[in-house]
């Protein structure tokens, strides 16, 4: 039920821009794009979220393309803490507006 | 308070006995989900409730789990006969309004042996 494709993995080295990509070519106009990550086995975290616009917050920058088919989560300053599972997730309905759909996400590695 | 806090941590049952979940959400949030995580990614939305109101029962087991949220007590995710597949570790979320963001807690490991 996914709406959402991630790549599997990245690495990253540290101190660089991680950018995780996610394809949501089905979104409709009026879901937002989230995403989340999990570290280890933790509870989801929340990032950042968006619907149109580009946004920022202290922890990372989202790209939603004018189509909306597609975004990127860029994490500016990539530390060895960031290695996660990151979720990019489209909020799905209108009634259903609270069910998230998880897709597998992307591990990322944040390398020395 | 200010996290989404669930008990136990962890909880161990043999096959067929009853576990049973708990948690409270933050403060002033009226919607509450569960979610049950298999493996490492695969992740199910089972249940959300507005306040003590079923809100969305589309993803719960329908023989053997159950769910409630009453008023002034945590809210309970129930498994009743217990079998191997239903190991997971189970999130509990809230959110303060329909469309705000919502948080997770930490889970609660549930191992059936």
């Known amino acids: 039920d996914a709406k959402t494709t991630q790549p599997t993995s990245m690495d990253c080295a540290e101190g660089r821009a991680a950018n995780l990509p996610c394809n949501h070519s089905t979104i409709s106009g009026n879901e937002y794009v989230y995403w989340y990550r999990q570290i280890h086995s933790q509870g989801p975290q929340y990032i950042i979220h968006g619907l149109k616009n580009n946004e920022t917050n202290e922890m990372a920058s989202l790209i939603i393309t004018e189509d909306r088919k597609s975004s990127t989560l860029i994490l500016p300053h990539a530390t060895l803490r960031d290695t996660a599972v990151y979720y990019c997730?489209?909020?799905?309905?209108?009634?259903?507006?609270?069910?998230?759909?998880f897709g597998s996400g992307t591990k990322l590695n944040v390398k020395p | 308070g200010e996290e989404v806090a669930q008990t136990p941590k962890h909880l161990v049952r043999g096959e067929g006995q009853k576990a049973k979940l708990y948690c409270a959400p933050i403060k002033g949030h009226s919607y509450v989900f569960w979610y049950q995580q298999v493996l490492k990614n695969e992740f199910k939305f089972l249940i959300s409730?507005?306040?003590?109101?079923?809100?969305?029962e589309t993803g719960m087991p329908k023989e053997r789990f159950s769910a409630k949220c009453l008023p002034n007590s945590p809210c309970s995710l129930e498994i009743q006969a217990t079998k191997l597949e239903d190991s997971a570790v189970y999130f509990c979320a809230s959110s303060q309004s329909p469309g705000n963001t919502i948080y997770f807690g930490e889970g609660s490991w549930l191992t059936v042996v």
């Open positions: 409730f507005q306040n003590e109101n079923v809100f969305d």
């Open positions: 997730i489209v909020r799905v309905g209108f009634y259903n507006f609270n069910k998230f759909y």
